[in-house]
């Protein structure tokens, strides 16, 4: 049995879930060559991303592949990917979308989608030359504001065609987007109540998800018993020492409820969370890697930050006292 590990959470409608898993479709071709690859658990628009562990090699593999047959490949993606970048970029411009232009953006962002995974396996591989991995990080750094922003127009745009889904707009569904099939409210209530679960891209219900762990031989990943932990570790992103209370940003609207001098504690930092950094002694992560938002923000803010812990989020509570020791990589509960 295969078991998919959790790799993070993210504050995402469900269409852009769905684009995640369906572009790797399109990218891979072959559907059966790594099944399943993503699975999404979402509840009240945060979702928790479930990975096929074999993916990261299938993708370098095929990437390899298509290098071997054009050593023009990575230069004309990276090309490719910033001309759909500043396509995606004039929607960002606009408040809210008409819904012709909905269509052509989400067409838009399932063709850059891409990018982001591209961006993700190609730098820590040592598969492909220092130069390609360099062009890819910076890559990386050019779109990492792409899923943020796609989030907040695809809510505001079904916010203004239906104005009557008002805060639900991120339960509307891909197809029903895609068919001008928008749902009553009283379906969005009932479907925001109860977790969404997606597979691939397509939304199943629960017995459907069962039929499928059947059918494919697989599990997720079970989230361990952190009540007795005491110390967390994970990488270090700035060096550095303080103690302060804890106030965990999961969604952007807790955003505002950090104070002065408290530890932010999230499953990764995004760019609308500049407030509660710039108000934190100390950032800590579930996520993330030396090149991430929060370490590459520690870093030019000088505040200490550990990343990566997996754990920190279900660990800590709001409130808690902790040291952040950024020279050893470990947070310490105090009380």
């Known amino acids: 049995m295969i078991t998919l590990p959790k790799l993070w959470q993210r504050e995402f409608p469900l269409i852009v879930f769905q684009i995640w898993g369906r572009s790797y479709k399109v990218f891979l071709g072959d559907p059966v060559a790594v099944f399943p690859r993503y699975v999404f658990v979402i509840k009240n628009e945060l979702g928790e991303v479930f990975r096929n562990p074999a993916l990261t090699d299938t993708v370098n593999s095929i990437i390899n592949k298509r290098v071997e047959q054009n050593p023009k490949y990575l230069q004309q993606f990276y090309n490719e990917h910033l001309n759909l970048l500043e396509k995606l970029e004039n929607f960002y411009k606009q408040k809210s ?16 989608w891409p990018a982001i995974y591209a961006s993700w396996f190609i730098p820590p591989s040592e598969s492909f030359h220092k130069e390609d991995r360099d062009l890819f990080l910076d890559l990386r750094k050019k779109i990492q504001h792409v899923e943020h922003d796609a989030h907040h127009l695809v809510n505001r745009t079904i916010k203004s065609l239906h104005p009557e ?11 029903e987007a895609l068919n001008n099939n928008f749902p009553a409210r009283e379906i969005l209530i009932k479907r925001a109540v109860d ?18 762990q059947t059918k494919f ?89 550990i990343i990566g812990t997996k754990i920190a989020t279900q660990a800590l509570k709001d409130g808690d006292m902790v040291e952040v020791n950024a020279d050893s990589g470990e947070i310490v509960i105090l009380e």
């Not at 977790?195 to 499928?212: G, P």
């Not at 079970?222 to 007795?228: V, W």
């Open 97 to 112: 979308l008409i819904y012709s232009d909905l269509l052509k953006f989400l067409d838009t962002l399932l063709e850059f």
């Open 165 to 175: 889904i008002g805060e639900l707009a991120w339960a509307v569904s891909l197809q």
């Open 195 to 212: 977790k969404i679960i997606v597979f691939e891209d397509e939304v199943v219900s629960k017995s459907e998800f069962r039929n499928l």
């Open 217 to 305: 031989d697989f599990e997720l990943e079970k989230a361990g018993d952190t009540s007795n932990i005491k110390v967390i570790s994970g990488q270090i992103a700035c060096k550095g020492k303080v103690r302060g209370h804890v106030k965990k940003v999961l969604k952007e609207v807790d955003v505002c409820k950090l104070e002065d001098g408290e530890i932010l504690v999230t499953s990764m930092t995004l760019p609308t969370f500049a407030q509660a950094m710039k108000k934190a002694a100390a950032f800590v992560t579930d996520e993330g890697g030396i090149t991430c938002h929060a370490a590459i923000n520690a870093r030019e803010k000088n505040k200490p930050c």
